[in-house]
Nanobody, 124 residues
Framework: QVQLVESGGGLVQAGGSLRLSCAASGRTFSNYAMGWFRQAPGKEREFVAAISWSALRTAYADSVKGRFTISRDNAKNTVYLQMNSLKPDDTAVYYC?????????????????WGQGTQVTVSS
């Protein structure tokens, strides 16, 4: 079992930055690939970014490429999402997820554990 707790969300103006964190507890964090997803009101959950065990491989949704950066610190059992140049369209609840494997997955069903989410609101 892995428990995930997101933090770092909030209200920011367009063009601003936020850094989300996801702290993991339970089983060995470094055994899990990690992902970030988001869900805006009235929309389906969508993939944002993913990172492999060793952080050697990452993947991003086209909508966030060049603006968001995913990283992890296995010593701290934490994965991060640095979000720059935020836009109102980035407003959503952001979730981190853990996958017992090393596949950079954009599909939510491939993840085994999920956090409760943190709200990000970008004002225009």
């Amino acid at each position: 079992q892995v428990q995930l707790v997101e933090s770092g969300g909030g209200l920011v103006q367009a063009g601003g930055s936020l850094r989300l964190s996801c702290a993991a507890s339970g089983r060995t964090f470094s055994n899990y690939a990690m992902g970030w997803f988001r869900q805006a009101p009235g929309k389906e959950r969508e993939f944002v970014a993913a990172i492999s065990w060793s952080a050697l491989r990452t993947a991003y949704a086209d909508s966030v490429k060049g603006r968001f950066t995913i990283s992890r610190d296995n010593a701290k059992n934490t994965v991060y999402l640095q979000m720059n140049s935020l836009k109102p369209d980035d407003t959503a609840v952001y979730y981190c997820a853990a996958q017992m494997g090393n596949v950079i997955a954009a599909k939510g069903y491939m993840y085994d554990y999920w956090g409760q989410g943190t709200q990000v609101t970008v004002s225009s």
